[in-house]
């Protein structure tokens, strides 16, 4: 699937609700979270609606390599030079709210409201 007109992240992307961006390419889009559990509280997601990591296969091994090596880039380009932490929640189990696939990324100095 392409979009899902239902999901919260999928309207991100289409600009039809508001985000504060970090970074866009054709297929990544990173914001700030809107609930930050450190100072530094970026999602990156990849522009096409996948659900989770349970869903993924081969095809997205691409989108997700270059979530992975952006995520540092964006860490230094927001001042973060402590080190940084990174989680993807998947499922009900895994602790995910929202059903787009996401890398939260954490940094900044410590203490932390959350992780
Ligand atoms: P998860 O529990 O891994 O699904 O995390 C979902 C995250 O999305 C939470 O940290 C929320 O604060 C964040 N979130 C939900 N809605 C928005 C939004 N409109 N803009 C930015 N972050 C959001
Ligand atoms: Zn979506």
């Given at each position: 699937?392409?979009?899902?007109p239902?999901?919260?992240?999928?309207?991100i992307?289409?600009?039809?609700i508001?985000?504060?961006?970090?970074?866009?390419?054709?297929?990544?889009?990173?914001?700030h979270?809107i609930?930050?559990?450190?100072?530094?509280?970026?999602?990156?997601?990849?522009?096409?609606?996948?659900?989770?990591?349970?869903?993924?296969?081969?095809?997205?091994?691409?989108?997700?390599g270059?979530?992975?090596?952006l995520?540092?880039?964006l860490?230094?380009?927001?001042?973060?030079?402590?080190?940084?932490?990174?989680?993807?929640?998947?499922?009900?189990?895994?602790g995910?709210?929202?059903?787009?696939?996401?890398?939260?990324?954490?940094g900044?100095p410590?203490?932390?409201?959350?992780?």
């Open positions: 699937m392409s979009a899902d239902n999901c919260i992240f999928c309207k992307v289409a600009g039809q508001p985000s504060n961006k970090a970074y866009e390419d054709d297929e990544i889009l990173a914001f979270d609930n930050p559990w450190a100072p530094v509280h970026i999602l990156l997601i990849p522009k096409l609606h996948v659900v989770s990591m349970a869903d993924v296969g081969p095809e997205h091994a691409g989108v997700l270059r979530m992975m090596v995520a540092p880039q860490m230094r380009a927001l001042g973060v030079t402590g080190g940084f932490r990174q989680v993807i929640n998947t499922g009900a189990d895994g995910q709210e929202v059903m787009h696939l996401h890398l939260h990324t954490f900044g410590r203490p932390w409201k959350r992780g």
